[in-house]
């Protein structure tokens, strides 16, 4: 049996945590430091816009800031501040669909090119952005979620508002949807075509 020498992570995580919350500047860049990859790479993979992921990610860092006095351990560090990502991302996605449908109200149609599917040069496969760009901001959050970040269903659920039934929904449809994509893309590519 091998003995840990030094506290845990879960409790070095709390005193990091709790020097935070006591707005201690060296553990706030600690924090900023080991977290600011993954944040960026969550909302990176919520947002269809970069210069929104890259906003979302800093309201995020600000947000896990703000909170630290609420983390507890019965969660990693990262998964607690996961989930305060997504429900940024979330928020900011929602006023951003409020916004266009302002600009829808005020510009004639076709002048406000909101929504459009990626485009992807004839001959080139489809990234993984370029896919989830096409599926609809509630299938595309369901499928990160899920797949990328590993939330279960339930945790989806939480973190959306949707019911878990729909949240299941989603994920069936964006599957079904991406896997009807990649085929059309590789037999498109097979002919020398586009997509």
Known sequence: MVLLSGPSQSSRDLKLMAAVAARDAQ???ELVLRLTARVRR???????????ADDAAQMALLEILRSASSFRTDASLERWADRITSRVTFRLARRERQRRGLFRRWFAPGLALFG????????????????LNRLSDERRMAFVLRHLAEYSVEEIAELTGAPPGTVKDRLVSARKQLRTWLRRDAASRRRGGTP
């Open 27 to 29: 553990a706030q860049a």
């Open 42 to 52: 969550l909302t990176k993979l919520l947002c269809r816009a970069d210069a929104d």
């Open 116 to 131: 459009e599917g990626a485009f992807v040069p004839p001959g080139e496969a489809l990234s993984v952005d370029a896919l």
